[in-house]
């Protein structure tokens, strides 16, 4: 079965900076678009990006452009999504998405397979 | 990219229906069939309930449906049961490769 298993919570300065793994099984991985998705407590989510972990492409979110970046290791079938500049407002849930489909097949982008989510807790 | 519109809440008593709506512009929901909705319990991941307006993925009850006029979409939600008492999400691509413009979702009270 599918299974995007997160790394654990992490306590942030501001200014500091996050790297949460995403690490995937039950799959192909190079098949399926990678996604992050992000909710602060009690708000509603927000969508920070996508990785193709085949050839690494990704596309941001405008409101990250500059801040995050994603990356993959396909030895390992595991993204990762960084985000620098870090702020008390960045403070969230971050969580990490297969996507339903292939790239190459009808219907892709959407976020259907759920990691477990990761908090970031950013405090002075 | 702003969000999506939706109505803070919406209630119904049990195998009522009720409808969410949900939004945007021509530069998102009305620009393109690619609308989907999540349910979201308390301290759970979202689920993907709708896609591609008014598809469903496999184990997605039939009572749940969506549709699409112009910038709003909807999801419509038949026979209620206690278990859909839940936040729900709606979300567009908006071109450009920018897959998820989320709205600021709806909370179901099953009353």
């Known amino acids: 079965q599918v299974q995007l298993v997160q790394s654990g919570a992490e306590v942030k300065k501001p200014g500091a900076s996050v790297k949460i793994s995403c690490k995937a099984s039950g799959y ?6 990678v996604h992050w998705v992000r909710q602060a407590p009690g708000q509603g989510l927000e969508w920070m990006g996508i990785i193709d972990p085949s050839g690494g492409s990704t596309s941001y979110a405008q409101n990250f452009q500059g801040r995050v970046t994603m990356t993959r290791d396909t030895s390992t079938s595991t993204v990762y999504m ?43 | 990219q702003s969000a999506l519109t939706q109505p803070r809440s919406v209630s119904g008593s049990p195998g009522q229906s009720v409808t969410i709506s949900c939004t945007g512009t021509n530069s998102d929901v ?49 026979g209620l049961q206690p278990e ?20 600021g979702g709806t909370k179901l009270t099953v009353l």
């Open chain 2, 30 to 78: 009305g620009g393109y069939n690619f609308v989907s909705w999540y349910q979201q319990h308390p301290g759970k991941a979202p689920k993907l309930m709708i896609y591609d307006v008014s598809k469903r993925p496999s184990g997605v009850p039939d009572r749940f449906s969506g549709s699409k006029s112009g910038n709003t979409a909807s999801l419509i939600i038949s």
């Open chain 2, 84 to 103: 859909d008492e839940a936040d729900y999400y709606c979300c567009s691509y908006a071109g450009s490769y920018t897959f998820g413009v989320f709205g």
């Open chain 1, 28 to 33: 192909t991985f190079t098949n399926y678009y």
């Open chain 1, 82 to 124: 960084e985000l620098s500049s870090l702020r008390s407002e960045d403070t969230a849930v971050y969580y990490c998405a297969r996507d339903l489909n292939p790239p190459f097949a009808d219907s892709s982008g959407y976020p259907t397979y759920w990691g477990q989510g990761t908090l970031v807790s950013v405090s002075s």
